[in-house]
């Protein structure tokens, strides 16, 4: 399978020993979590932890990671940090297509570079702040180097979350304190035909459909259109 593949499943289609199985299996679940003594909290997170499991990758090393999004929300896993093509990248913006609620998906894609990265969700939370990466959706990956790995002792992996976070609700600063005394007529059009002209070029639900295409060797993006 080429890198950057990837397979999609429902859940009820897929039976189990018809394939070869992962190298990583990641499940997406609400599950309880203490965070201090006598004090626990249902979130969303990855393989039933927080953080989630330390994933260890070698780099240029291609690998198959099932997963599995058990909640009723479609979600998007990201790879933080590595230079993937945008079908397995994990941000819609990209053109990654979400995992289905109670769905899953196979993907494939060659790890790099080498160092600490991320793997997270990429809902927008907005101002639900038990969504997105509000919740506990966030795990360590490690890429181990082809070349000069490193010596040491003891390696030690931290993730820090502050949880069940608060917006302002007013009180302590005023809540229109960035509000101008008159709305600028010429910057609010201006700004939202630039914004209506930059989604006919970038939706692919606009205008035929869109292919966003990473270059692994240059670093560089190209977007190609075409219809359906």
């Given at each position: 399978?080429?890198?950057?593949?990837?397979?999609?499943?429902?859940?009820?289609?897929?039976?189990?020993?018809?394939?070869?199985?992962?190298?990583?299996?990641?499940?997406?679940?609400?599950?309880?979590?203490?965070?201090?003594?006598?004090?626990?909290?249902?979130?969303?997170?990855?393989?039933?932890?927080?953080?989630?499991?330390?994933?260890?990758?070698?780099?240029?090393?291609?690998?198959?990671?099932?997963?599995?999004?058990?909640?009723?929300?479609?979600?998007?896993?990201?790879?933080?940090?590595?230079?993937?093509?945008?079908?397995?990248?994990?941000?819609?913006?990209?053109?990654?297509?979400?995992?289905?609620?109670?769905?899953?998906?196979?993907?494939?894609?060659?790890?790099?570079?080498?160092?600490?990265?991320?793997?997270?969700?990429?809902?927008?939370?907005?101002?639900?702040?038990?969504?997105?990466?509000?919740?506990?959706q966030v795990g360590?990956?490690?890429?181990?180097?082809?070349?000069?790995?490193?010596?040491?002792?003891?390696?030690?992996?931290?993730?820090?979350?502050?949880?069940?976070?608060?917006?302002?609700?007013?009180?302590?600063?005023?809540?229109?304190?960035?509000?101008?005394s008159a709305i600028?007529?010429?910057?609010?059009?201006?700004?939202?035909?630039?914004?209506?002209?930059?989604?006919?070029?970038?939706?692919?639900?606009?205008?035929?459909?869109?292919?966003?295409?990473?270059?692994?060797?240059?670093?560089?993006?190209?977007?190609?259109?075409?219809?359906?």
């Amino acid at each position: 399978m080429a890198a950057g593949a990837i397979l999609f499943y429902p859940q009820h289609l897929f039976a189990a020993g018809a394939e070869a199985a992962a190298d990583y299996t990641v499940r997406i679940k609400a599950a309880p979590i203490e965070i201090a003594s006598d004090r626990i909290l249902s979130t969303v997170m990855y393989n039933g932890q927080f953080p989630g499991p330390l994933i260890r990758f070698k780099e240029g090393r291609q690998v198959t990671v099932d997963v599995f999004n058990e909640t009723d929300t479609p979600e998007q896993l990201h790879w933080h940090g590595q230079f993937v093509s945008p079908d397995v990248d994990g941000a819609a913006e990209v053109g990654t297509l979400y995992i289905p609620a109670h769905g899953r998906r196979r993907i494939t894609f060659t790890p790099g570079p080498a160092g600490l990265r991320f793997y997270h969700t990429h809902n927008r939370a907005g101002a639900d702040l038990s969504a997105g990466q509000y919740s506990g959706q966030v795990g360590p990956v490690y890429i181990e180097p082809k070349e000069n790995p490193g010596r040491y002792d003891r390696e030690v992996f931290l993730v820090l979350k502050e949880f069940e976070p608060t917006l302002s609700r007013g009180g302590d600063m005023p809540q229109d304190f960035l509000s101008p005394s008159a709305i600028d007529k010429t910057l609010k059009e201006t700004g939202e035909a630039a914004i209506k002209a930059s989604l006919a070029q970038a939706m692919p639900r606009l205008r035929g459909r869109l292919q966003v295409i990473y270059d692994q060797r240059s670093h560089a993006w190209s977007r190609r259109t075409y219809s359906s």
